[in-house]
C-alpha cells in the first residue's frame, strides 16, 4: 500500500453555532484522483480550505505529505505551501495580470530563476494544459471559462507540485469544456504522477476521472471508497445526489 498523501483525523470545524463537519477522517493515497462530493454548503470547500492553510479546523488533525500542517511555524509551511497547487472555485486569477504573469508569479516570488529560465517554464506549462503562446499573452478578462480553467491549471502547476487541489474546476464549464479539461487532468497525472484532490458535484467528472472520493452529508463522510463503494451504500442523500 502507497503512503497516505493527505490523513485527515478527527476534524470537526464550527462556524459559529454552527457545525460543518463532525469528527471527520478519511486518507488520500499517492497518485490517486480523489473527490470530495457533497450537495452544497455540506464543506466541500471549507476542508479543503483545512488541508491547505486557510482555514484552521477547530479540533482534529490533518497530515500532507507527512506534515501535521496546522502544527508548522511559518517557515515549514511556506516550504510546504510550495509543494501543492491550488485552483479556486472562481479561478482567482489575478485581473491585472496576463496569463503568463499569473504563472510566471510564484517563480519569481519563490525561485531564483532567471527571467529566460522563467520564460521557458511558463511556456511549458501553457503547452501542457493546451493553451496556445499567445494565449499566454492574454488577460483574464480575454479568455473563455475553459481557458481560464486551463490558466489556473498552469499556474496552479508552476513549482512543479506533487499534489493539486481543485475546487469544482469543471462547474461553470460546458459539457465540451468539461470533458476536455476531465481529459486533461487525467493525462496530467500519468504525465506527473500527481496526486489530485478534486471538490466537485459534477457526475460526469466523476465518472470519468475519480479512483475514490468521500461523500460528506450531514455533517459526515457518509459513504467512501470507488464510486461503486459509494452507490452500494445505503443512505438517502446517495440517491438525490447521483440521480441529479
Ligand atoms: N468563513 C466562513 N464563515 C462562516 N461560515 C462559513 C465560512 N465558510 C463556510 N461557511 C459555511 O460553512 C458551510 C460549508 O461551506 P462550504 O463552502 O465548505 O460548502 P461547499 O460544500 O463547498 O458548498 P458548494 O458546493 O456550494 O461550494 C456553509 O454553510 C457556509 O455558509
Ligand atoms: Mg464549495
Same mark, same amino acid.
Not at 497516505?4 to 490517486?32: A, C, K, M, Q, W
Not at 483545512?50 to 488533525?61: A, K, N, T
Not at 481529459?183 to 476521472?209: N, P, Y
Not at 467512501?224 to 452500494?232: A, E, S, Y
Given at each position: 500500500?502507497?503512503?497516505?498523501?493527505?490523513r485527515v483525523?478527527?476534524?470537526?470545524?464550527?462556524?459559529?453555532?454552527y457545525?460543518?463537519?463532525?469528527?471527520?477522517?478519511?486518507?488520500?493515497?499517492?497518485?490517486?484522483?480523489?473527490?470530495?462530493?457533497?450537495?452544497?454548503?455540506?464543506?466541500?470547500s471549507t /476542508?479543503?480550505?483545512?488541508?491547505i492553510? !486557510?482555514?484552521e %479546523?477547530? $479540533?482534529?488533525s490533518i497530515?500532507v505529505?507527512?506534515? +501535521?500542517?496546522?502544527?508548522?511555524g511559518?517557515?515549514e509551511?511556506v516550504?510546504?505551501?510550495?509543494?501543492?497547487?491550488v485552483?479556486?472555485q472562481?479561478?482567482?486569477?489575478?485581473?491585472s495580470l496576463?496569463?503568463?504573469?499569473?504563472?510566471?508569479?510564484?517563480?519569481r516570488?519563490?525561485?531564483n530563476?532567471?527571467?529566460?529560465l522563467?520564460?521557458?517554464?511558463?511556456?511549458t506549462k501553457?503547452?501542457?494544459v493546451?493553451?496556445?503562446?499567445?494565449d499566454?499573452?492574454k488577460?483574464?478578462s480575454?479568455?473563455?471559462?475553459?481557458m481560464?480553467?486551463?490558466?489556473?491549471l498552469a499556474?496552479?502547476?508552476? /513549482?512543479?507540485?506533487k499534489?493539486?487541489? !481543485?475546487?469544482? %474546476?469543471? $462547474?461553470s464549464?460546458d459539457?465540451v469544456?468539461?470533458? +476536455?479539461?476531465?481529459?486533461?487532468?487525467?493525462s496530467?497525472?500519468?504525465?506527473l504522477?500527481?496526486?489530485?484532490?478534486?471538490v466537485?458535484?459534477?457526475?460526469?467528472?466523476?465518472?470519468?476521472t475519480l479512483?475514490?472520493?468521500?461523500?460528506?452529508?450531514?455533517?459526515?463522510?457518509i459513504?467512501?471508497?470507488?464510486?461503486?463503494?459509494?452507490?452500494k451504500?445505503?443512505?438517502?442523500?446517495?440517491?438525490?445526489?447521483?440521480?441529479?
Amino acid at each position: 500500500m502507497k503512503a497516505p498523501v493527505v490523513r485527515v483525523r478527527n476534524v470537526s470545524t464550527r462556524f459559529g453555532e454552527y457545525l460543518v463537519h463532525d469528527d471527520i477522517s478519511f486518507d488520500i493515497y499517492e497518485g490517486e484522483i480523489f473527490g470530495l462530493l457533497g450537495p452544497s454548503g455540506y464543506g466541500k470547500s471549507t /476542508m479543503m480550505r483545512e488541508m491547505i492553510l !486557510l482555514q484552521e %479546523p477547530d $479540533s482534529g488533525s490533518i497530515e500532507v505529505l507527512g506534515k +501535521e500542517v496546522w502544527k508548522l511555524g511559518e517557515k515549514e509551511a511556506v516550504e510546504l505551501r510550495k509543494q501543492w497547487g491550488v485552483v479556486f472555485q472562481e479561478s482567482a486569477l489575478f485581473s491585472s495580470l496576463s496569463v503568463e504573469e499569473n504563472i510566471a508569479l510564484l517563480l519569481r516570488e519563490y525561485t531564483n530563476m532567471s527571467p529566460s529560465l522563467i520564460r521557458r517554464v511558463v511556456a511549458t506549462k501553457l503547452e501542457m494544459v493546451g493553451l496556445s503562446q499567445s494565449d499566454g499573452r492574454k488577460y483574464p478578462s480575454e479568455l473563455s471559462g475553459g481557458m481560464k480553467k486551463k490558466a489556473a491549471l498552469a499556474r496552479a502547476l508552476a /513549482m512543479d507540485p506533487k499534489l493539486l487541489f !481543485l475546487d469544482e %474546476p469543471t $462547474s461553470s464549464l460546458d459539457p465540451v469544456s468539461a470533458a +476536455e479539461f476531465d481529459s486533461l487532468i487525467l493525462s496530467l497525472r500519468e504525465l506527473l504522477g500527481l496526486t489530485i484532490v478534486i471538490v466537485t458535484h459534477d457526475l460526469a467528472s466523476i465518472r470519468k476521472t475519480l479512483d475514490t472520493m468521500v461523500l460528506f452529508a450531514d455533517k459526515k463522510v457518509i459513504a467512501r471508497g470507488t464510486l461503486q463503494d459509494v452507490l452500494k451504500t445505503r443512505h438517502p442523500i446517495i440517491e438525490s445526489f447521483f440521480l441529479q
